[in-house]
């Protein structure tokens, strides 16, 4: 999931914009209430909070955002993530003096990492591992680190997109594209396709946890096969297509807009 200060209150029927709920640092990246009016987008984007997958984003130095915007601008550039000579040479700074960013930026579930060679492998929304949501960006085809991720990079970057994926039950194939850069659905096939916002953060990575249940299937009654194949029944939110993009939506498409102070523009 994503690198982004989303805010949510605790009240199940308010998404707040409020920055200073959060850690008070670098408010960027807030949702806009009116961005959200499905009551169950909410209710899903209030359990990826309670889970814990938001709020380790939280507080991020305004040095630190410069460096992961930097690199997300790059991510959509080069169609994959830059190597960090590369990335440091754009913030200008050393190798060196990039590693404590880095590291903060890992920590707090910003980028995933290769554990052996430190290689940048994943920025939410975007990572080097074979997923199955396939996002061409303008002349760049992404790995999307899950369906929310997916359908969030159009309105993120300011540009429409084209999805393509596959149903996680059947693997049927899902196409989706955006209109009005990135933030309404131009269409999307099979036409009974649906997002599944499940409920799961482990271990301080959402990439291994929570980015797995964040699916798109092909039907209704594709989704409920593939719960009753999980334990407890995978818990979460069916979404309609909509739905998910607004969620996404919530989620990114304020996140690479940042002023000199980390302070939201528009
Ligand atoms: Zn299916």
Redesign the pocket.
Known sequence: MPASRLILSRSKTHVSNDAQHCCGLAPVAAPRPSDVVSPRTREALLAIENAGALISWCGLSVEDDRVRIALLQMYAERGRAPAIVDLAIRVGLSASQLEATLTSLEVRDVIVRDNDTGRIVGAYPFTEAQTEHRVDLGAQTLNAMCAIDALGIGAMYDRDVRIRST?R????SIEIATLNRGRELAYWTPEMAIVWSGISYEHACAANSLCKVLAF???DE?LAAWRRQQANESPGFRLSMEEGLEAARAIFERSLKTGPSGAITT
């Open positions: 149903c039950l059947c693997g049927t299937f092909c039907s594709h």
